[in-house]
């Protein structure tokens, strides 16, 4: 059974830090790309960054370019997204996917449950 969980989330001071994980479990995450994505109150999703199955290779949306780092650790079959120098316009709810393109079939995605990251004094 394939799973997805975030966890890391929570309340953090403005300049702060936080890291979050997002464990696979049913599945062998080395197969997939990585993306985290993040959802505020009345907003819609935005995907922030993504990090490749292949070569590593990464991508970041330019509101978190160079705070944010994604990873991936495909020994524990975990990826990652430190979040530096955090902002309250950071506040949302962060989601954890996971893409394998799976040939006629196309393009599959996994989500997980989310976990809230609020950014406040």
């Known amino acids: 059974q394939l799973q997805l969980v975030e966890s890391g989330g929570g309340l953090v001071q403005p300049g702060g830090s936080l890291r979050l994980s997002c464990a696979a479990s049913?599945?062998?995450?080395?197969?997939?790309?990585i993306g985290w994505f993040r959802q505020a109150p009345g907003k819609e999703r935005e995907g922030i960054s993504c990090?490749?199955?292949?070569?590593?290779?990464?991508r970041y949306a330019d509101s978190v370019k160079g705070r944010f780092t994604i990873s991936r650790d495909n020994a524990k079959n975990t990826g990652y997204l430190q979040m530096n120098s955090l902002k309250p316009e950071d506040t949302a709810v962060y989601y954890c996917?996971?893409?394998?393109?799976?040939?006629?079939?196309?393009?599959?995605?996994?989500w997980g449950q989310g976990t809230q990251v609020t950014v406040s004094s």
């Open positions: 049913g599945f062998t995450l080395a197969d997939y790309a």
């Open positions: 996917n996971a893409r394998i393109y799976r040939g006629t079939q196309g393009i599959w995605d996994y």
């Open positions: 990090i490749s199955s292949s070569d590593d290779s990464t």
